[in-house]
């Protein structure tokens, strides 16, 4: 794609990701096989992603800028990078614990930027959860981290493929605390939400959203579980009062099938592994993760650090390629809503 350099265009901040993980490598080979419409700024350390283009056999400029307003319309081929410093060179495949603290500070920079207007939108290559609470903090995922950072009340996870979204109740939670964190208040805070930025976000007038139950058959009139008559059902049912377009709750073994999905706009599901695997079995590679219910706008990849394709060239870079071409979207659309 070629930019038209006359028109100002959006500043994108983009994470390394776990230096150990393939956030490096998608990052250089996405920005070297393509141009987008925006200034890219990359948070990371240069020589990392020095060290990662050299295993991987890619020729990249990597150029340090001082301050993100420096940076120039990306070409193809240009890495522009704020400099952080990880505390130890890393080694691809390899998770060290020291360098959390710098995936850490990349994620806060980030935040701080776009929550001061520095940058236009936030797009996260993946960290590593695990080694990132082995340091102590509790870190669950970017959707929390931003959340904490921006004082959002709540916020959505939401998922896309070019055919369905599916966003999430509940996210990043052990399955055993998940009924209970199914309650009238967290399903209209996060239906309201999603139904605002299907709204505003994608331009979706009169968003038609399918709901999951929780229990097998959406609880089979509770003989499989009461928390859809209990509090899924008469949520709804005032939600719709509201004036929203709900259906369900459906059985989530079929509400993901033509029939319904071809007549909706998002799917919402109660919990992780209830929506996510159906949504990567359509698209994984493709899809693209966005949070909705933030005041900045931040997407992500579908997947996760990959540490067994770290440095090999084997790691798709069609998700992140899809993450930044959104994040561009939305922060051009957000610039037509403020003007
Ligand atoms: N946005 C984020 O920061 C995310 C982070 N994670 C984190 O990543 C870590 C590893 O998670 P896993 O469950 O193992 O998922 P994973 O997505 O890293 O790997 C699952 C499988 O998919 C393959 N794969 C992943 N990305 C690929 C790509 N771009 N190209 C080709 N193959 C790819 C891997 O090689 C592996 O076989 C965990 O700590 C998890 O929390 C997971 C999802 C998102
Ligand atoms: N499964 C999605 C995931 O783990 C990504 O979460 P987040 O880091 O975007 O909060």
Known sequence: MVSDTTKPLPIIAITSGEPAGIGPDIIISALSEQAFPARLVVLADPELLKSRAKTLGLTANIISIEQACDTPFHKKGDIFVLPIQQAIKSTAGILDIANSPYVLETLRQAG???????????????????????????????????????????????????????????????????????????????????????????????????????????????HLGKEEIDVIIPTLDKLRQEGLDLIGPLPADTLFTPKYLDNADCALAMYHDQGLPVLKYSGFGNAVNITLGLPIIRTSVDHGTAIDLAGTGKANNGSLKVAIQHAINMANNAKKFST
Do not use: W, Y
Not at 144 to 155: I, L, M, N, W, Y
């Open 112 to 222: 701080e930027g776009c929550i001061h207007g520095e940058f236009d939108a936030i797009v996260t290559p993946p960290v590593h959860k695990g080694i990132l609470c082995e340091t102590g903090v509790h870190f669950s995922g970017h959707t929390e981290f931003f959340q904490a950072q921006c004082q959002s009340p709540h916020v959505v996870m939401m998922l896309a493929t070019e055919v369905m979204k599916v966003a999430l109740v509940t996210t990043h939670l052990p399955l055993k605390d998940v009924s209970s964190a199914i309650t009238e208040q967290s399903i209209s805070l996060v239906i309201r939400a999603l139904n605002k930025d299907l709204q505003e976000k994608f331009a979706i007038k009169q968003p038609r959203i399918l709901v999951c139950g929780l229990n097998p058959h959406a609880g089979e009139d509770g």
